[in-house]
Every structure is written in structure tokens, then in C-alpha cells.
């Protein structure tokens, strides 16, 4: 089953909206003709709508960097799937390793962020992925097979959904699993998948992120089960994220 290639940007805490706003304005003039795989910024919160304006009509769709799982009510600091929707976010990415690390999230919350966003019709990235010490520690299959699974228990289609695997250790730190790595760890996710949902599973986009830059996407995106990438420093500039596009068309 063919999957289209899923290059997804991740702001974090960077870029205000004029900011944001122009690097979009940068990203669609340098966009490729040709096939182009699908196109995800995922930028804060607050800057949503100015991102939103500036994509509007074009190949690049926005995601958003979490989401409650709760309709509305006393959740001081949270946005919920319904102001998303409505501020035209397709996208959201859910358990973010930084997220896991310092904001307390765990894979329960995770499922129940993965559950409210799939019944509000938004496409789901999960982020999973081991700890340089869970990895040392030859826990890396035991971490993936729990955290794919509970972030997905109770939910029937994956249409909407992509796992993004990012190994803790890679991510920001310039150390990049190498392509063999995170193949193996795509192939496992892939099993996982296929043993909750049959066929199914040849249809979901497996991402990968974790210093994914211009140099070593090509190598990364051409391995049977890496469907994309999850990328962020490199995402926050218009050159090197142009050159992941094209990277993505090619593969
Ligand atoms: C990320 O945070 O999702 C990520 C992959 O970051 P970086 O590309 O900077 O390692």
C-alpha cells in the first residue's frame, strides 16, 4: 500500500506570528513544482491563526503541538479539539518526549489526548520513543510495544492516525539514529500495528524525528518503513526545511 510521505515541522516554543507567518511565507516560495508530500508546520498555540492565514490555500497545513481531551471546563492552560478546529488545525502532535519529560505526560494521557483528537476529526501524530538509558539498557522494543499500544488502546481506525518514533537521545542533540536503527524500530512499530489491525497497518505513515536534517533524510526516507519525518530545529528554517520537502518528494 502506497503512503504518502509526511514531512512535519515542529516549532516548539519558537517563532512569534509575524515570524511565523513569514517563514511560511518563505516555505511557499520556495515549495517545488512536481509531487510534493503531504506539508505539516505545527507552530505554539497563540501563533496559530497568524500561521493559519499565511497558509491558507496552499500545500502547507498546520498542526497543532498538543491538545486536551476534555470538551471544555477548569483546565488552566489547556486548549481543547474544538478551539483547534476552529482556529483550522488539522494536525496535532500528541506525547511529545518533551511533553513526557518535563510536563508530567503519560501514556495515559496520552491515549486519552489520542482519543478526544481522533473522535474531533483531527489527524493524530503520537510521538513514542526510548531514552538513551531505557536504549543502554536493551529496553527499547519493551518501551515502543508499551507506548504504541496504550497510546492507541480503544481506538478502532487508524485512518487518521501517524506514529512518530523519536528516540529521546536524538532528539536536539544532533545525534541521529542511524538509518538501520530506527528501521528496526519502524519495522517493530509496523508489527505492533499489524497485530492490532490486520492490513491496516500497511496504510499508516511511521515518521521518523530526532535530528532529521537536509544531510541525512535522504538516507533515513528511503528505508521501506520510515513514511516521513518529525523535525525540529531544522523545520525553523525556510532553506533546511525546504530541502526535507524536496527530500520528501524524491523518496
Ligand atoms: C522534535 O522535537 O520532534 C525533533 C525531532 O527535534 P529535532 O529535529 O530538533 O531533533
Known amino acids: 500500500m502506497a503512503r504518502r510521505i509526511l514531512i512535519a515541522g515542529n516549532w516548539k516554543m519558537n517563532k512569534t506570528s509575524r515570524e511565523g507567518a513569514a ?3 518563505e516555505i511557499l516560495a520556495g515549495l517545488p513544482s512536481g509531487n510534493l508530500p503531504e506539508i505539516v508546520v505545527c507552530p505554539p498555540y497563540l501563533t496559530i491563526p497568524a500561521v493559519v492565514d499565511a497558509a491558507r490555500g496552499s500545500a502547507v497545513e498546520v498542526g497543532a503541538e498538543n491538545v486536551h481531551w476534555a470538551e471544555s471546563g477548569a483546565f488552566t492552560g489547556e486548549v ?15 506525547g511529545h518526549s518533551e511533553r513526557r519529560q518535563y510536563f508530567g505526560e503519560t501514556d495515559e494521557t496520552v491515549n486519552s489526548r489520542v482519543k478526544a483528537a481522533l473522535a474531533a476529526g ?9 531514552t538513551l538509558a531505557e536504549r543502554e539498557a536493551g529496553e527499547t522494543a519493551a518501551v515502543i510495544d508499551r507506548q504504541v499500544r496504550k497510546a492507541l488502546e480503544g481506538v478502532e481506525s487508524t485512518e487518521k492516525v501517524v506514529i512518530a518514533y523519536e528516540p529521546v537521545w536524538a532528539i536536539g542533540t544532533g545525534k541521529t ?3 538501520d536503527m530506527a528501521q528496526e524500530v519502524h519495522a517493530q512499530i509496523r508489527a505492533i500495528l ?3 489491525y490486520g492490513d491496516a497497518a500497511d496504510g499508516v505513515r511511521i515518521l521518523y524525528g530526532g535530528s532529521m536534517k537536509p ?3 535522504p538516507e533515513l526516507l528511503a528505508k521501506p518503513d520510515i513514511d516521513g519525518g518529525l523535525i525540529g530545529g531544522a523545520s525553523l528554517k525556510a532553506p533546511d526545511f525546504l530541502a526535507l520537502v524536496k527530500a520528501g518528494a524524491e523518496a
Open 80 to 94: 481543547s479539539t474544538a478551539m483547534l478546529l476552529d482556529a483550522g488545525v488539522t494536525h496535532v502532535l500528541v
Open 177 to 179: 539514529a542511524t538509518p
Open 215 to 217: 544531510a541525512n533524510a
Open 122 to 130: 483531527l489527524v493524530v501524530i503520537a510521538c513514542v520513543g526510548e
Open 23 to 25: 517563514l511560511v511565507g
Open 194 to 196: 499489524r497485530d492490532l
